[in-house]
């Protein structure tokens, strides 16, 4: 049974920043892309943030140049560095994790941004 665990959301003011951390455990033979989505009330799931297991990154252009996806293979963990915080970007951030070529969803962290 493979499980994605999610940490480091809460609230902050605009401007600041947060850490999310997405770690994955289990029986694991192989990660691929990990990635951030995130949802507002009201709204689809939208991407945040995905890597590959090379190290390639993509990211919405709502949040390029702001937050920064990283992972640590050795840990089967992957971070979402968020900085510049928007109170548009107050959401349930929820990690994805393509682990023994399946699909894995973490059971999201809310991020609450005041303006």
Known sequence: QVQLVESGGGWV????SLRLSCAASGSIFSINVMGWYR???GKQRELVARIS??????YADSVAGRFTISRDNAKNTVYLQMNSLKPEDTAVYFCNQEINY??????????????
């Open 102 to 115: 399946r699909t894995y969803w973490g059971q999201g962290t809310q991020v609450t941004v005041s303006s």
């Open 39 to 41: 949802q507002a009330p």
């Open 13 to 16: 003011q605009a401007g600041g």
């Open 53 to 58: 297991r090379g190290g390639s990154t993509n």
